[in-house]
């Protein structure tokens, strides 16, 4: 059974930093793709972050570029650190997985935490 399960979310002011975190067991492929996406109230879910793990390469989100860096921890944990948070940054993040794909659209993923929530207050 596949487990995908999120921490680090949380309440912070805005210019502050959280780190989020996400464990994943019983995938049954070498995923490609990890992905951070996130989801605010009203709004498409939109990917975030990722790794394109069989090249080492990354994706990001034009709106956190300069501000948040995904990565993958020896005990192969997925990571997405947040610094300067902003407002508009506020929303129910999800970490994700994907066999092979382009790793910044959201169709390719196959496995999906349940989201950990970040709101940024001004």
């Known amino acids: 059974q596949v487990h995908l399960v999120e921490s680090g979310g949380g309440s912070v002011q805005a210019g502050g930093s959280l780190r989020l975190s996400c464990a994943a067991s019983?995938?049954?492929?070498?995923?490609?793709?990890l992905g951070w996406f996130r989801q605010a109230p009203g709004k498409e879910r939109e990917a975030v972050a990722a790794?394109?793990?069989?090249?080492?390469?990354t994706y990001y989100v034009d709106s956190v570029k300069g501000r948040f860096t995904v990565s993958q921890d020896r005990t192969k944990t997925l990571t997405l650190q947040m610094n300067s948070l902003k407002p508009e940054d506020t929303a129910m993040y999800y970490c994700?997985?994907?066999?092979?794909?382009?790793?910044?659209?959201?169709?390719?993923?196959?496995?999906w935490g349940q989201g950990t929530q970040v709101t940024v207050s001004s």
């Open positions: 790794i394109y793990t069989f090249v080492g390469s």
């Open positions: 019983g995938l049954p492929y070498n995923a490609g793709c």
């Open positions: 994700a997985t994907a066999r092979y794909g382009d790793c910044s659209v959201r169709s390719v993923y196959s496995y």
